[in-house]
């Protein structure tokens, strides 16, 4: 069968499959974390009209667009983005097509609701949670007091990366390359072209900074759109996070965090994490980053890059937020969210 498009399937495709038949390695130094189940999900998923086509060398899992086969999701609705609004974090459930939010005073699962095909990233802002759906093409705006859509709004292709400038909402759309800017009402205000394969987007010293998963780069835009510098950072280059002046960015696969000054993009260091570091936050006073490979979550110092705490997650996680004074962590593979205290 020709190949109408290659395109990236989300990495968690291949880890899921992978799981099928091997565990994923943990820190053996890492601390336990609480772990609550989100539901029993479906073994075999069907991925909305793509198939998997093979793996390329990197180990990621790539799809035929024109295909109609299933992927294997060994048991889980792959629990990939969260976000949290204040009073619940909201998980994205990738591959059944919808959200569940779960109260963060008592972890009580609280509402599962529907969006559109795969959705992979979340953010609050403006009043409601947005969410980045891969196969629809577009962003839905949520109520989080009743999880009811409030817009449905269309961005580039594969949209799967979110953030806030504090106005306006970034999507970064990995299969077009480019950026979409909606306004909190989802006017669009413009497409902007950046790097191969955008997936973490971030707002850090006033302006937007974009992860170039398959260009190694990072970009740096006004909030008009206009290029302001594009930057080396990591292979594999998925999470970005705004820390004081600095913005920090994860390499997936270089197992490496690489910390630039957001007045000008100047690199302050880079640092040993774990295997697949994918998801990284900011809470103030230490940066979090899971790492997918190693089903870890790692506490890191901002000012010298040293690991200071692991903690393990169930497997294959993908992002991370906070919360309530705890940290949380979705665990694609494991169908559940890791907690715990964030101190």
């Known amino acids: 069968m020709s190949l109408v498009r290659w395109k990236l399937f989300s990495v968690v495709v291949f880890l899921a499959i992978s799981t099928m038949t091997m565990g994923i390695v943990k820190a053996q130094d890492a601390q336990p974390m609480?772990?609550?189940?989100?539901?029993?999900?479906?073994?075999?998923?069907s991925t909305g009209g793509d198939s998997l086509s093979g793996v390329n060398g990197d180990g990621v899992a790539v799809i035929d667009e024109g295909g109609t086969g299933t992927i294997a999701a060994a048991g889980t609705a792959g629990?990939?983005?969260?976000?949290f609004d204040g009073t619940y974090v909201w998980v994205a459930m990738q591959f059944s097509n919808s959200v569940t939010r779960v109260r963060v005073s008592d972890g009580v699962v609280s509402g599962t609701f529907a969006v559109g095909k795969r959705?992979?990233?979340?953010?609050?802002?403006?009043?409601?949670i947005w969410v980045a759906n891969l196969l629809s093409n577009n962003v839905m705006k949520l109520d989080p007091a009743t999880g009811g859509i409030l817009g449905t709004y269309a961005t580039g292709e594969g949209p799967g990366g979110l953030a806030s400038d504090g106005t306006n909402i970034w999507v970064a759309n990995r299969n077009s390359n480019n950026v979409t800017k909606l306004s909190a009402k989802g006017a669009n205000l413009g497409t902007f072209a950046v790097g191969n394969r955008p997936i973490g987007v971030a707002f850090?010293?006033?302006?937007v900074w974009v992860a170039n998963n398959f260009s190694k780069t990072v970009t740096r835009l006004s909030t008009a759109g206009a290029v302001l510098g594009t930057y080396p950072v990591g292979r594999g280059a998925f999470g970005v996070a705004a820390q004081a002046e600095n913005v920090w960015i994860t390499n997936y696969f270089d197992k490496t965090v690489t910390k630039l000054r957001?007045?000008?993009?100047?690199?302050?260091?880079t640092f040993t994490v774990g295997d697949g570091a994918a998801g990284i936050?900011?809470?103030g006073t230490n940066m979090w980053v899971v790492c997918n490979g190693d089903s870890t979550l790692m506490k890191v110092s901002p000012s010298s890059g040293t690991v200071l705490a692991t903690y393990a997650t169930g497997k294959?996680?993908?992002?991370v937020a906070l919360g309530g004074n705890k940290v949380w962590v979705p665990n694609f593979a494991s169908n559940s969210v890791s907690t715990t205290a964030a101190n």
């Open 119 to 128: 959705p992979v990233a979340l953010l609050y802002a403006a009043s409601g």
């Open 204 to 207: 850090a010293g006033g302006s």
């Open 34 to 45: 609480n772990e609550i189940t989100l539901g029993s999900g479906s073994k075999t998923t």
């Open 262 to 269: 957001a007045a000008d993009g100047f690199n302050l260091g």
């Open 281 to 283: 936050a900011f809470d």
């Open 79 to 83: 629990p990939e983005a969260i976000a």
């Open 316 to 319: 294959g996680p993908f992002s």
